[in-house]
């Protein structure tokens, strides 16, 4: 089904109207999906049951992202830490990844999702890896949202990896020490398709990047709720992408230099002047 024809509460329709219109709207959105363990914990039933629940979560987040008009979404599925979880849990997440992708390829591609992965997915299982490649293909020629899912990844091996390729580089001749810049090692990174993340969401409370793109954060606006993942859906998105748009990205500059337009919100200091007249 399109994911414009649906009918939805108002207050929801009313957030996204307000999104889709704004001129500050993150152009790449990534998420720490945190907190199934303990969502199901809760609920006495089995960790999987949080896993299987972080499933909806997915969906809900994918296609609010799309219906927003959010460019790149950037999904944290699979740490390369989480192959040492005990063999049945990565056994569940793994089949988990083939289900999503089987069962929602074609309303992902009917809504003009592109898939994508970043992440050391050889290590995957053959049937994941083949899957994957699937709707990677299947989706490749479309310009809607870019859905990358992280699996098998560690920013930091993905450093270690780009630094092997730019020292052969070196050593084959391609590419001088003198001209390696910052745009060269964003280059070589397996992100260089994508902008770097403006927002960046954390669940259920942690405030850590857990070795997520750690590079591409540089400038990245964190945002962490008490919420866990599988609480988490379209609304909640939403209220994060409001609470972004009200933020002032400074980029290392001041306030004054970003100029009057450019605020929305006023900085701590103008508050505090404020509360004092
Ligand atoms: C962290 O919660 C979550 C994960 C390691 C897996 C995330 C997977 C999903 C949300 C479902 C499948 C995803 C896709 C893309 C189909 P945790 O288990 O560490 O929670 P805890 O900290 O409460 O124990």
């Known amino acids: 089904m399109s994911w414009s024809d649906e009918l939805v509460s108002s207050d929801i329709e009313h957030m996204r109207q307000v999104l889709r219109g704004s001129q500050r709207l993150p152009r790449h959105v990534a998420a720490i999906m945190d907190g199934n363990g303990r969502w199901a914990e809760l609920r006495s039933m089995p960790r999987f049951e949080g896993h299987r629940a972080g499933m909806e979560s997915v969906r809900s987040v994918v296609k609010a992202c799309s219906q927003v008009g959010v460019q790149y979404l950037t999904l944290y599925a699979f740490s390369i830490e989480n192959w040492k979880r005990p063999a049945p849990e990565v056994r569940f997440l793994m089949s988990l990844l083939e289900s999503y992708l089987k069962k929602e390829l074609d309303e992902l591609h009917e809504n003009n999702v592109r898939i994508r992965t970043i992440g050391k997915t050889n290590a995957l299982p053959r049937v994941v890896e083949k899957v994957l490649q699937k709707a990677i293909e299947r989706t490749s020629g479309n310009d809607g949202l870019t859905l990358t899912l992280a699996l098998s990844y560690g920013a930091r091996w993905d450093i270690q990896r780009a630094m092997q390729v730019i020292a052969l580089d070196v050593r084959r001749g391609k590419l001088s020490p003198e001209d390696l810049t910052e745009s060269t090692i964003s280059e070589y990174l397996q992100t260089s398709y994508m902008p770097d993340p403006d927002l960046i969401i954390r669940t259920s409370g942690?405030?850590?990047?857990?070795?997520?793109?750690?590079?591409?954060?540089?400038?990245?606006?964190?945002?962490?709720?008490?919420?866990?993942?599988?609480?988490?859906?379209?609304?909640?998105?939403?209220?994060?992408?409001?609470?972004?748009?009200?933020?002032?990205?400074?980029?290392?500059?001041?306030?004054?230099?970003?100029?009057?337009?450019?605020?929305?919100k006023p900085s701590t200091m103008e508050r505090l002047r404020n509360a004092l007249k």
Not at 206 to 221: D, V
């Open 206 to 264: 942690e405030i850590r990047l857990s070795n997520f793109l750690l590079w591409e954060a540089a400038y990245a606006e964190l945002f962490v709720t008490e919420t866990l993942w599988p609480d988490f859906r379209d609304v909640d998105l939403y209220n994060a992408l409001l609470d972004f748009t009200q933020r002032e990205r400074r980029f290392g500059k001041t306030s004054a230099q970003l100029g009057a337009a450019a605020k929305t």
